[in-house]
C-alpha cells in the first residue's frame, strides 16, 4: 500500500490508515479521469450517431414516398440523430469512467477527526474534526447480487452549524465482509468501520466528562420525535416518549435490547418464569436514528445494563453483556 499524502494534525493521533494505491500504480487525478471519459463518451455519441444515419436515412425515405414533406423529415432525421449519439454516450460514459478509474485516494482516521485525500496536484483534501460534527447518519442495506449479497453503506457526518453534510464515507462489497489487507476496493468499508468506531470513542469520552459534570447524558431515539429520548447516567436510564418518564437502575435490568432507538427492557423473575416482565419503548426504525451505533454503547459503558444488540452496526461484532 502507498500513502501519499501526511496526516492532518486537527485529527489527533492516527487509528487507521488506508490507501487505494499499491507499490508500482500509476493513478490518475480526478481532473484527468473525467477529461478521459468526456472524450471517450463524445466520441462514442459521435460514432454511434453516424453508424445511425444509414437507418435514419431509409426511414426519410419512406415517409417521402408516403408523402410526408421535407420540413418534417429533415427535423424527425435530426431529432432521431440526437437521440442515437444521447444513448451513446449514455452507455459509454459509465464504461469510460471505469476503465480510466479509480481515482486514488488516501485517507486516515484519527483520535479526533477523520482525513481524504485524493490524488492530484495539489492534493485536494477532505478533513472532519469531530468537534464540527453534530451526528453521525448511517443507512446500511442488503441486496442480493446473483448468489450473494452485496452490502451497501452510506455514512454521514452533519456539520453543527447547519443542514449539510460534513464528511461522507460510502460504498459497498460484495460477499464476505472485507479484511485488513484485502483489495484496494475495499478500503472504503474498512475506512468506515474505523471511522465509525472512532467517532463512538470520541462521543464516549464526552459523554463521560458531561455525566461527570451534570449526572446524566441526554440522547434522542428518534430524529423526527424529540419527545422520544433516552436520559443515561451512572447506573441508570430514564426513557421519555411524550409525557411518560419511567427510570430503570442497572440493578433492575436482567436484558435490554437495542434496534435502532427502539428499547426492550426485560426483567426475569424466577418466581414467575424467565422474561416474565417485558417493558417496549418505541424509537425510530433502523437506520432513522442520529448515532445509532453509539446508543447500545453509552447504555454498556456509562449505564451498566446488559445490553443485546440485535442488529450489529457497520463493522461490529455482535455484543452482550
Known sequence: MRVFALPPPEIGDVRSVGSTVQAGDKPVTLSLRVARTSVLAAFSAVAVGLVSLVPIGMLVWLLRQLGFGAPFTEALAAALALV???VGAWFAAPIAWDVNGPVASCTYVGTDGLARYTWGDPLPRTVLRFEDARALVKRVRTR?????DRVEFDLRWMGRRGVGV?????????GERPSAGVRPEHQAYLFA???ERAWNEWLLRKAREEVASRGAIEIGRDARDVSRRARIGLGFIELFDGERVERWSAIEVDQIQVKGGTVVIRRIDPMRGKRSIERRYPGSAPGAMDNESFFPLVLREIAGLPVEQREPGLGEVRAAG
Open 166 to 174: 460534513g464528511f461522507r464515507i460510502h460504498g459497498h462489497y460484495d
Open 84 to 86: 442515437a449519439a444521447a
Open 193 to 195: 468501520v474505523a471511522a
Open 144 to 148: 442480493k447480487k446473483g448468489e450473494m
